[in-house]
Nanobody, 125 residues
Framework: VQLQASGGGLVQAGDSARLSCAGN????????IGWFRQAPGKEREFVAA????????YYADSVKDRFTVSRDNAKNTAYLQMNSLKPEDTAVYSC???????????????????WGPGTEVTVSS
């Protein structure tokens, strides 16, 4: 599966933004989707993930209650709704796909097989 994240840009602190992760092919619904981000000078970190069915979602503590991950398999697209954005949310956000995720492994980037180019989100104070 090929993935493409979009929706980034420059926003003010406290604003909202929605990122999209579009997948090609008919098998998008077979994949679990993860969102990761990498800030300048920092390592990549887990943000959120959603199971192939959409029934289970997972979040990093730093974004819990502010970000929401969802998907529309009919549109081959996953979303990351980001509310109450903070300057520390500034990063390049990427989506990734995993064919199988053992429970508890959703936050490890090593478990994701496919990655798309990221989209940059800059939050100004």
């Amino acid at each position: 599966v090929q993935l493409q994240a979009s929706g980034g840009g420059l926003v003010q602190a406290g604003d909202s933004a929605r990122l999209s992760c579009a997948g090609n092919g008919r098998t998008f619904s077979n994949y679990n989707i993860g969102w990761f981000r990498q800030a300048p000078g920092k390592e990549r970190e887990f943000v959120a993930a959603i199971r192939w069915s959409g029934r289970n979602t997972y979040y990093a503590d730093s974004v819990k209650d502010r970000f929401t991950v969802s998907r529309d398999n009919a549109k081959n697209t996953a979303y990351l709704q980001m509310n109450s954005l903070k300057p520390e949310d500034t990063a390049v956000y990427s989506c990734a796909a995993a064919t199988g995720l053992v429970a508890g492994s959703e936050s490890s980037s090593y478990n994701y097989n496919y990655w798309g180019p990221g989209t940059e989100v800059t939050v100004s104070s």
